[in-house]
């Protein structure tokens, strides 16, 4: 008993759909690839780093500024800096 193995041929209307799906999954990898490189490059880390120290610093600023700290820490630095 021998099986014979057929192939058969995609009909002519799903071609273009095989084409789109090839398409969508090339640029699936295509982003993918982009994002891992984008994750594994630490350019500009260092420089982002900085950057979310002197965010931390001026959103301190604003909270002692708006908490009303601010005029007795003024008061008292110029105290300081005029004793001699």
């Not at 008993?1 to 995609?10: G, N, P, R």
């Not at 090839?22 to 880390?45: C, P, T, V």
Request: net charge positive; proline share 2%; charged share 20%.
């Amino acid at each position: 008993m021998k099986k014979s193995l057929s192939l058969q041929a995609a009909p002519i209307h799903d071609i273009p759909n095989c084409v789109k799906r090839s398409a969508e999954h090339s640029s699936r990898r295509k982003s993918m690839k982009q994002i891992k490189k984008f994750l594994k490059d630490e350019a500009g880390m260092e420089t982002l780093e900085y950057a979310v120290i002197a965010g931390l610093i001026a959103a301190v600023a604003v909270v002692v500024y708006a908490s009303g700290w601010g005029n007795t820490l003024l008061t008292r630095l110029t105290n300081a800096s005029n004793t001699n």
